[in-house]
């Protein structure tokens, strides 16, 4: 079945520290991956996506994300943390494999340090 | 654009009631996700439309739940009878093409007691 593994439900970072939130992929055809962010009480806003142009996808708000073929990969980095990045995190994959349907990691929770 | 709209925002029920959730995609968008997100089993892909047609709707819990798409500007997911265990924040997304990212509805909460 298609899939995402976020590794990680929880990543504590302080603030001006790089973000990382990793995310694998399964899929034997080339997927469109990507990240999303939720705010509490709120829907799903994309951060950025990766659609089989550059790896290396930049998005809104600092964030970053590379596309690794070879170890099925899609990692979300932000080089420096602040506060507003406090959120809940998805990676999401949707293929031809799967007749395109979008599929969901379980989500990683963020929170800032002062 | 208005964005996905989703109605109710919020709706309690009584345990037994017949429940409707509406969701308004985006005009020319082509595919529409139902998904269930609740904190034990996070964000569940219910059912999925690509031209108002079920593609995929094998995250459908059982036969209590049955979700319609008469039009490309409507979408309707019923639960009848509801139960507790229904309980959680429902999401309707649209998207324009299979590569392009979907759009999310602001959600209903749902609260069976």
């Known amino acids: 079945a298609q899939s995402v593994t976020q590794l990680g439900s929880h990543v504590s970072v302080s603030e001006g520290a790089l973000v990382l939130l990793r995310c694998n992929y399964s899929s034997s055809v080339p997927p469109y991956l990507f990240w999303y962010v939720q705010y509490p009480n709120q829907g799903l806003q994309l951060l950025l996506k990766y659609t089989s142009a550059a790896t290396l996808v930049k998005g809104i708000n600092g964030f970053e994300a590379e596309f690794k073929k070879s170890e099925t990969s899609f990692h979300l980095t932000k080089p420096s943390a602040h506060m507003s990045d406090a959120a809940e995190y998805f990676c999401a994959v949707t293929s031809a494999e799967y007749d395109y349907k979008l599929s969901f990691g379980a989500g990683t929770t963020v929170t800032v340090r002062a | 654009d208005a964005g996905v709209i989703q109605s109710p925002r919020h709706e309690v029920t009584e345990m037994g009631q017949e429940v409707t959730l509406r969701c308004k995609p985006i005009s020319g968008h082509n595919s529409l996700f139902w998904y269930r997100q609740t904190m034990m089993r996070g964000l569940e892909l219910l059912i999925y439309f690509n031209n108002n047609v079920p593609i995929d709707d094998s995250g459908m819990p059982e036969d209590r739940f049955s979700a319609k798409m008469p039009n490309a500007s409507f979408s309707t997911l019923k639960i009848q009878p509801s139960e507790p265990r229904d309980s959680a924040v429902y999401f309707c997304?649209?998207?324009?093409?299979?590569?392009?990212?979907?759009?999310f509805g602001q959600g209903t909460r749902l609260t069976v007691v």
């Open positions: 997304a649209s998207r324009k093409t299979v590569n392009t990212e979907a759009f």
